[in-house]
């Protein structure tokens, strides 16, 4: 018997005692009928081969462990971003339970959403009932500012039309007429969840600002000097934000954030149960039509939004998860230019800061080769700063990359001599990926949580950086924006570095002489 | 701290009563006549909890529930770890349930076992306008090209599937033509069927009947030689190796288990199990259906059992033997006799850390009920419980052999009724999932995950019992809940949700 009451053994080392490896093997060999072991061992080689890479790239209809999700998601995220505010997912109501688990898994975080529940009868009559039903129940219970109503898949194919469908629910009183419900067709089966973040941002400024589903006038725009910002699908937006607002202070920026889920995925434990938790205020949502600029972190994120206001008349910036030197100065020095205001010395002296980090550690970093995957913008802004380190982005892979994404990524490549051998990979998934971590390996992997499966695999060691992180706790708190951003990546680079040299060099007499306790 | 130690039973009741009142009173007149249905306080020698189950839930109340397509990929299909399970539709289902229910099992992942992988058809909207069964018959060959070792296929059809009017029967009968009479297996679990997971599962059960079952040939020759002792293991996911720690009690005691239902099982132990001596079933709301249909076609009896908390395990045990002869029978009062020591070291360590502490549960189909007994050998007493997909039959086995006078009853939990009824009976533990883990730990409440056993785990059997204690102790008596009130904040009483 393995297990003892004085010292516990759950999985983790429960089943590795005789009795369960002796059942084991003998489940394998007489009931599970199991491949020949040389075949299965024939099989794994096979799968390393540049041949059996061909084939899998040749796949035109299977995608397999993809790197992305769906629209909904992104529509939940954006939606948690504004005051009060509960997303009513419209369609079946398993989405809207997977949703809200996956965000809790990576922000350790309530996620609150509600859907309307769309079953067979609705399938066939359409989901009106449950719209009606649905936002009074909402409205009632959980008492929100504002009800944002997006789709699933389901409730797409059937055509349902959230515009008629809300007004209706208005008419028959399941919310008052002047109560905040803006919309947004999200289909699961167009783009991924970085569109669908896109498609709920612009729904809730187009009601704010175009009257509200034709029951307000529309807003007059009255330039004034404040800028917006806007984040985009990001799994350190907690981290992010809070630093993005603490630079804007720095610089006496005058700014709205759009979508602020900072503090609703960061609620403290102090006995009170907090639905919602800051946001950006509706008011501010509606005032944010005359600010001077809007400036998007994520240009992906952002395909139809950043338009829709530039069409109100302001300036929009956008770029590409910025991330490390280049790409904080570049940030800082738009916001300079927007507001007319000087980047201050304490900044300077930030920067004056990561640059000397880089300074004292690039010679562990000079030359490495990584693979990295994850959302288009985040690819970028890695990449951008692997350049800077020196490192090469040998792989670069985002199953929901554009085309032009990948031009992007390739120009990015042609800027630096680190780029030489670098390539970029659109539309390819983890199954891809494994592919090219056989055949053309690198030193380090940069992704999120599935990426596990891939170091396990192939042996190439995963810095964890991306969304979802399931399996590492809080790093969603921390910032990868701004200099101290930049920092932050730079140190859990390196830790993965010495980590990986020191668990190369530790077998006594035999690869300990570099086990050296300065590096 | 509790509040119902001094209460009486009557009290108690009437607390209870006044409470589902109270959160009736939020709803609009038509949802509070329809969740009132759903709530009651449990009377002792009732045949059943007095609520209604298995019906839609109410749009817009928040619902814990899931779909079909959980039940039947993510419960009942996804652990055969020897098929390739295709999330048929657009890539979010397959995404959000990836090697997230801790389904163990043994093999290469990626070369003959795939449970832990996420294969989708990725639909776009060319699939949706025109059809996806060009594509599906793509991804199967596309599968037996790059994933030659795989034991079969089946197909988990989301929402769309259902409504474009695909025809996946017909891709699968010809590819498994195709290929040589393979193993394929198209399943409706589109997500808007039935009301919750639950319908999944019966459909899955039933895709096993008619695409598993009966393809095997009358005459087919059993891969080994039938024993009188040997039993099928059905209605385990493994989760954290649950089907392990009661599979080796059941060998100890002298079976020989010839498959797993489905946790770390493959497509050769689903076709095995019509040889079996008798089924033993643990989740019966997901499995009941095969293990009918086995009885009605092959004879099989079977039996449920509960693996949570020593008094329930020689039960059960004994239960299972009496079935079988005098040696089964020796062999399970030995079995009970070898761990009678660990489970008494266990419940003296942890007993008197746990005695007299209350736990509120929300679980699936199983789980309300099941764990209860486990909680009573610690001393413990849970005090709510309810089902999030349960049916009648499962309310009645729970008023039947579970809860006590007064417990109550909450079917299709919503979020606001959960939150309320946790803030006013201040439990010192709720058991439920993922998405309720933050809400009461942020108010406060010691909380453990009652599904994937927050990442712990196994929770059955005799070993299984052990970590459960461990865990409850861990939950209850860490010092953060000491915490989570700044000193000079702690007279404030705790407060609830921005809708009170």
């Known amino acids: 018997m393995t297990q003892n009451a004085e010292n516990v053994l759950d ?42 890479r061909e084939k899998n790239f040749a796949r035109e209809a299977l995608t397999v462990n993809p790197a992305k999700a769906c629209q909904p998601l992104g529509a939940v995220f954006a939606a948690v971003g504004f005051e009060g505010t509960i997303p009513f997912v419209h369609g079946s109501q398993g989405c809207v339970a997977y949703y809200r688990s996956h965000f809790s898994r990576h922000f350790k975080e309530p996620s609150s959403c509600v859907s309307s529940s769309m079953t067979e009868d609705a399938a066939v009559f359409g989901g009106l009932n449950n719209m009606v039903d649905g936002l009074a129940n909402t409205y009632a219970m959980y008492k929100p500012k504002m009800i944002s109503v997006s789709t699933t898949c389901m409730a797409e194919v059937i055509g349902d039309d959230l515009n008629s469908f809300i007004k209706t629910a208005k008419e028959k009183g399941s919310v008052p007429m002047e109560f905040d419900v803006p919309y947004a067709h999200t289909p699961a089966f167009v783009g991924s969840h970085v569109t669908g973040y896109d498609n709920v941002l612009k729904g809730i400024l187009e009601h704010f600002w175009d009257g509200k589903a034709g029951t307000a006038p529309k807003l007059e725009r009255v330039a004034n000097e404040k800028i917006n910002f806007i984040g985009g699908f990001d799994g350190y937006t907690v981290g992010n934000l809070r630093e993005v607002k603490r630079l804007l202070g720095l610089m006496g920026a005058e700014y709205t954030i759009l979508a602020d889920n900072s503090d609703m995925w960061d609620t ?70 927007i507001t007319g205001k000087d980047i201050p010395e304490d900044l300077t002296r930030e920067r004056g800061r990561l640059v000397d980090a880089i300074a004292d550690s690039s010679a562990h970093i000079h030359g490495k080769k990584f693979a990295i995957y ?46 030489k051998n670098c390539h970029v990979y659109p539309g390819k998934d983890l199954w891809h990926m494994r592919s090219l971590l056989f055949t053309e390996p690198v030193d380090f992997l940069i992704g999120n949580t599935y990426g596990k499966y891939l170091e396990r695999d192939t042996g190439t060691p995963l810095i964890r950086i991306g969304f979802p992180i399931f399996d590492r706790h809080h790093h969603h708190r921390y910032p990868v924006w701004g200099y101290q951003g930049g920092l932050n990546v730079l140190v859990w680079i390196l830790d993965k570095i010495f980590d990986e040299i020191d668990r190369n060099t530790n077998v006594p007499s035999k690869t300990d002489y570099s086990f050296d306790i300065i590096r | 701290m509790s509040v119902t130690k001094t209460e009486t039973i009557a009290e108690i009741k009437a607390r209870n009563k006044e409470l589902i009142n109270e959160v009736l009173a939020v709803y609009p007149d038509k949802t509070a006549k329809r969740r009132a249905k759903h709530l009651n306080v449990h009377e002792a020698g009732k045949s059943d909890c007095g609520v209604k189950s298995n019906l839609k839930s109410v749009p817009g109340v928040m619902t814990i529930r899931g779909c079909a397509y959980a039940g039947s990929k993510g419960v009942v299909w996804g652990p055969i770890k020897d098929m390739i399970h295709i999330s048929h539709g657009p890539v979010g289902c397959g995404q959000y349930s990836w090697a997230a229910r801790r389904n163990y099992y043994i093999g290469t992942t990626g070369i003959d076992t795939f449970v832990t992988m996420q294969f989708t058809s990725d639909f776009q909207e060319k699939d949706i ?44 009968k010809a590819k498994s033509k195709e290929y040589g009479g393979k193993t394929i297996v198209p399943v409706r679990c589109e997500g808007f069927r039935g009301v919750s997971q639950s319908l999944g599962h019966h459909i899955a059960n039933d895709a096993i009947r008619d695409w598993v079952f009966d393809k095997i040939p009358a005459d087919a020759a ?30 100890e005691m002298g079976l020989r288990v010839i498959a797993q239902w489905s946790g770390d099982g493959s497509l050769a132990e689903l076709e095995a199990t019509p040889k079996a001596k008798l089924n033993v079933l643990h989740c019966y709301r997901s499995m009941n259906y095969i293990s009918r249909h086995m009885e009605e076609k092959y004879g099989i009896p079977w039996c449920e059992y509960n693996f ?37 070291a266990v419940i003296a360590k942890y007993r008197p850390r746990l005695e007299g502490k209350t736990v509120m549960l929300f679980v699936g189909g199983l789980r309300p009920r099941h764990v209860i007994g486990a909680y009573e050998d610690l001393g413990m007493e849970v005090i709510g419980t309810g089902y999030e997909f349960g049916h009648n039959d499962d309310y009645q086995r729970t008023a039947q052999h579970y809860v006590k006078d007064g417990t109550l009853i909450y079917d299709d939990v919503t979020g606001y009724e959960f939150e309320k009824f946790v803030d006013k009976i201040q439990p010192d533990l709720v058991g439920s999932g993922i998405k309720e883990k933050y809400v009461f730990q942020k108010m406060g409440v010691p909380f453990r995950q009652m599904h994937s056993w927050d990442y712990s785990g196994p929770y059955h059997g005799y070993d299984g019992f052990a970590i459960f204690a461990r865990d409850m102790d861990m939950a209850i008596n860490s010092p953060v809940w000491k915490m989570t009130r700044a000193p000079w904040k702690r007279a404030a009483p705790p407060s609830l949700m921005a809708a009170e």
């Open chain 1, 268 to 337: 403290p434990t102090d006995g009170e149960f907090r639905m919602y938790d800051g946001g950006t205020t509706l008011e501010d949502a509606a005032n944010a039509i005359h600010a001077k600029a809007t400036i998007s972190m994520q240009e992906y994120c952002t395909e139809k939004t950043l338009p829709m206001i530039a069409a109100h008349g302001q300036e929009v910036v956008s770029f590409n998860h910025p991330v490390g030197v280049g790409g904080t100065d570049e940030f800082l020095m738009a916001i300079a230019r």
């Open chain 2, 129 to 172: 306008v025109f059809g996806g069964d060009k594509k599906l018959a793509k991804i199967m060959d596309e599968i037996q090209e790059l994933f030659p070792l795989n034991n079969g296929i089946t197909v988990q059809s989301e929402c769309p599937i259902g409504l474009i009017g695909d025809d996946i029967e017909a891709v699968s």
């Open chain 2, 222 to 251: 059993p891969r080994f030689e039938p024993t009188p002792y040997d039993v099928a293991i059905i209605g385990d996911y493994n989760i954290g190796g649950d089907a392990w720690s009661s599979r080796i009690l059941l060998e």
């Open chain 1, 11 to 52: 999985h983790l080392e429960l089943f590795r005692g005789p009795e369960y490896q002796q059942m084991l093997a003998n489940k394998q060999k007489m009931f599970e009928n199991r491949r020949d072991p040389a075949e299965v061992e024939r099989i794994r080689e096979w799968a390393k081969t540049p041949e059996y």
């Open chain 1, 374 to 419: 994850g959302d288009p913008d985040l690819c970028l802004g890695l990449a951008r700063f692997l350049l800077e380190l020196g490192a090469e982005p040998t792989h670069v892979l985002a199953t929901n990359g554009s085309k032009a994404w990948a031009e992007k990524v390739q120009a990015l490549f042609d800027s630096s001599p680190f780029g």
């Open chain 2, 308 to 344: 949570f908390g020593p008094s329930k395990i020689a039960e059960s045990l004994r239960k299972i033997a009496s079935f079988f002869d005098d040696k089964i029978k020796e062999g399970a009062e030995r079995v009970i006799a070898r761990y009678q020591p660990l489970m008494d």
